[in-house]
């Protein structure tokens, strides 16, 4: 399968197309004194971006100074904190916060940050895990710095307005943010690894034969057949492979069919004979042993029950702007 156009060879695309944002949840923060707000551990992606002035960001044990560009992404963050100094005790983020929430502790230059929270089909979400390291963190001055301000721009026009075609637009808005972040080799925090999927794509040998199993799901893929794509031999090409992506070939295949799977299911993309097909079984019957024993329920049970990363049932894309909660 390729989501919307994207190129049946590019594993990047196809992911974040796949596990892609389904709603937006923007906010801003203008602060001045002695200030600080610690905001709560979320299981999806959340980011900020320094508008103007100055301020500390702390999360996993570590301080940084951010300036105005400056623009920092979490996946699945544990508490994490912007405030003037590391040393103000901070208040606890509140839902109820105004889409813009003011925090005036004194005299001093003010801070402007604007963020928000991306939310994510649940059951696709952990796609995103192979490709987003747990802390982004784009310098003004860096090289990709320059994409990631224009797209933001939009981002925040496009949220608080109310236009024909704003899901559309803000989920694509959201992937190019995503693919911008991806794709920024200063963007890696000295303390997050790289992600499997990444160092993946950059070995010559491991990116060929990725780029083939993306480009022809279906295929009755061996590895055999993949290592002479990746112009290795069987033993070499497989013991690298498990060693790069973390896993052994077949299995990742395996688990990329299941993800195409879950997205039409939960799409009513067709009879489960046509979907059994599409991701490489020749039955259903087969289909359904492989997608149960990898998702825990069968093909049917999952296509009916829907359930979104909000825990409610799916009804179609349907993405939102949202100034509740960052």
């Known amino acids: 399968m390729t989501s919307r156009g994207t190129s049946a060879t590019d594993p990047v695309g196809q992911i974040i197309s796949l596990a892609g944002p389904k709603g937006l949840i923007w906010k801003q923060l203008e602060a001045a004194g002695d200030w600080g707000v610690r905001f709560p551990a979320n299981d999806g992606v959340v980011f900020t971006y320094i508008l103007a002035g100055q301020c500390r960001f702390s999360a996993y044990g570590q301080s940084r100074a951010l300036g105005s560009g400056d623009f920092v992404l979490l996946v699945r963050p544990p508490e994490w904190i912007l405030s003037s100094r590391d040393d103000v005790i901070p208040i606890d983020y509140?839902?109820?916060?105004?889409?813009?929430?003011?925090?005036?502790?004194?005299?001093?230059?003010?801070?402007?940050?604007?963020?928000?929270?991306?939310?994510?089909?649940?059951?696709?979400?952990?796609?995103?895990?192979?490709?987003?390291?747990?802390?982004?963190?784009?310098?003004?001055?860096?090289?990709?710095?320059?994409?990631?301000?224009?797209?933001?721009?939009?981002?925040?026009?496009?949220?608080?307005?109310?236009?024909?075609g704003q899901s559309f637009v803000l989920e694509r808005l959201m992937e190019l943010l995503l693919v911008e972040v991806v794709r920024n080799p200063q963007a890696l925090a000295p303390s997050s690894p790289q992600p499997a999927l990444l160092r993946a794509l950059a070995d010559p040998h491991i990116a060929r034969a990725l780029r083939a199993m993306h480009a022809d799901v279906a295929r009755r893929w061996t590895v055999e057949a993949l290592a002479a794509r990746a112009g290795m031999s069987r033993s070499s090409f497989a013991a690298r492979f498990a060693s790069v992506v973390g896993l052994p070939p077949i299995d990742y295949l395996l688990d990329w069919r299941m993800a195409l799977a879950k997205c039409h299911l939960r799409g009513d993309n067709g009879t489960l004979s046509q979907i059994a097909e599409l991701v490489g079984y020749s039955s259903v019957s087969a289909f359904s042993a492989a997608f149960t024993k990898r998702v825990g329920c069968p093909p049917s049970i999952f296509a009916a029950q829907g359930v979104g990363g909000d825990g409610e049932r799916l009804r179609g894309p349907g993405p939102t702007a949202s100034s509740a909660v960052m």
Not at 144 to 161: H, N, Q, Y
């Open 94 to 164: 509140s839902a109820r916060h105004p889409a813009t929430a003011r925090l005036r502790k004194g005299e001093g230059p003010q801070t402007r940050t604007v963020g928000g929270r991306f939310v994510f089909d649940e059951s696709s979400a952990d796609l995103l895990k192979e490709l987003l390291p747990s802390l982004v963190l784009v310098r003004a001055g860096d090289e990709g710095a320059g994409r990631v301000r224009p797209i933001l721009d939009l981002l925040g026009d496009e949220a608080k307005a109310d236009r024909p």
